[in-house]
């Protein structure tokens, strides 16, 4: 396999506690580390509920992501986290299952697993099942526990689907399910559901697998309940691009290489688009339908998904990626529509224009008309650190 894979890693997790609960027992963290082109994922799940579980499931997906980026040896981390977790009063012991993986640069998966249900690797529709060996964590305290791993070369249309049991346990006690959902029942859905939708989305599936988790609870979930999806696919590319050239001169280059763009395109900025419309000979067409006070309404260009406003929407997108969660239901406005273009795509294409706009030097102006350069370097780093997409800023 060459070096750099021809597939983008679209990953995405769904989580839901317990009705009652304020904290969720099941806790999430990534990594990705662009030096070496690895990314780390962990799924940590308290012992119990609420706020003692999430608690023993942080630290517990704090140490194993960090031990990971060092390449400490599994087994040797694995000990220092029992050891590290605190002991209840009443003597017993307190610990988190992990899953924990990790995607080379090159394409080789690793899965680690400590007592979580055994992830699901299809290839296609069809189940893979690479070999399994096991790693005995150090220290005579945890004599008899193991550690699961399995490594494989991912290829194009792979998925992992990783899961608490939450999700193998929902509807235990039920007629349908008396032991359980099961994880060969959640593997068998899963496989219904790619067979069906061969290109179903990371985020799709995920929520296909809790939805069913919370059917099988009727609606009251009565644990914890987290699922995760990796698909590895054909990237969809996305162009945004915001505010005009620095020089005007270079207007026409600027237009040139928009031009030749092949997926989505969107402009933010009544400028730019100006620019845009003027090189392409086109026009911009005004739409009258205003969504709140602080963002002026979407304008259409032809061979464009959308027009907006500059430095108003782009504030707004970023308050919406650092908000974002799987909770999260996007509205019609402009930067809500720019948030789902994001969000669909793999590799953004950021052209920035770096002229500077005097209306925005105004000192009566909000104060959070940050310059644009400044407002854009946040919404890169969260589409990189939070959201995996890769993004291809050009200043011009």
């Known amino acids: 396999m060459n070096d750099h894979p021809n597939y983008h890693v679209e990953i995405d997790i769904e989580q839901k506690k317990p009705k009652g609960e304020v904290a969720c027992g099941d806790v999430f963290l990534s990594k990705r580390i662009r030096e070496d082109g690895r990314t780390i994922l ?27 980026t060092f390449h400490t040896k599994p087994d040797i981390a694995a000990r220092i986290i029992m050891r590290a977790l605190p002991k209840s009063s009443d003597g017993l012991e307190n610990y988190a299952t992990f899953t924990l993986i990790e995607i080379e640069a090159d394409g080789k998966v690793k899965i680690i697993n400590y007592d979580n249900p055994k992830t699901i690797i299809l290839r296609g529709n069809n189940v893979l099942n690479p070999n399994e060996y096991q790693l005995g964590i150090q220290g005579l305290e945890n004599a008899g526990k193991v550690l699961r791993c399995r ?3 991912a290829r194009k249309e792979d998925r992992l689907i990783f899961l608490t049991d939450g999700v193998t346990q929902s509807g235990l006690g039920s007629r349908r399910y008396p032991m359980g959902w099961g994880r060969d029942t959640v593997e068998e ?14 985020t799709k599936l995920a929520k296909k697998i809790i939805n069913q988790a919370q059917m099988n609870d009727e609606f009251e979930l009565k644990d914890d309940t987290t699922c995760g999806v990796i698909y590895f696919r054909e990237p969809r590319e996305f162009m945004l691009i915001t505010g005009p050239p620095f020089y005007k001169i270079k207007d026409y280059d600027f237009v040139n290489s928009i031009r030749n763009f092949k997926g989505k395109k969107a402009i933010c900025g009544g400028t730019t688009s100006e620019i845009i ?24 260009i032809e061979g464009f998904e959308l027009v907006s406003e500059g430095l108003l929407t782009i504030s707004k997108v970023e308050e919406i990626l650092e908000n974002y969660s799987s909770e999260t239901r996007l509205g019609d406005t402009p930067a809500d529509d720019i948030v789902r273009l994001l969000l669909d795509h793999d590799i ?49």
């Open 151 to 153: 490594e494989f070369m």
């Open 42 to 68: 962990v799924l940590s799940d308290g012992v119990g509920h609420g706020v003692k579980a999430s608690v023993l499931a942080s630290l517990t997906a704090m140490m194993a992501l960090n031990y990971s």
């Open 277 to 300: 419309a003027r090189e392409l000979e086109l026009e911009v067409r005004s739409e009258h339908e205003y969504y709140e006070a602080t963002i002026p309404p979407k304008s259409k």
């Open 189 to 202: 859905f899963v496989i219904s559901q790619v067979s069906r939708m061969p290109d179903i989305s990371a």
């Open 348 to 396: 953004i294409h950021l052209i920035v224009g770096t002229r500077i706009n005097w209306a925005h030097q105004d000192p009566d102006q909000p104060v959070e008309l940050e310059i644009r350069k400044v407002v854009v370097k946040r919404v890169i780093k969260l589409l990189e650190e939070k959201f995996f997409k890769e993004v291809r800023p050009d200043y011009v």
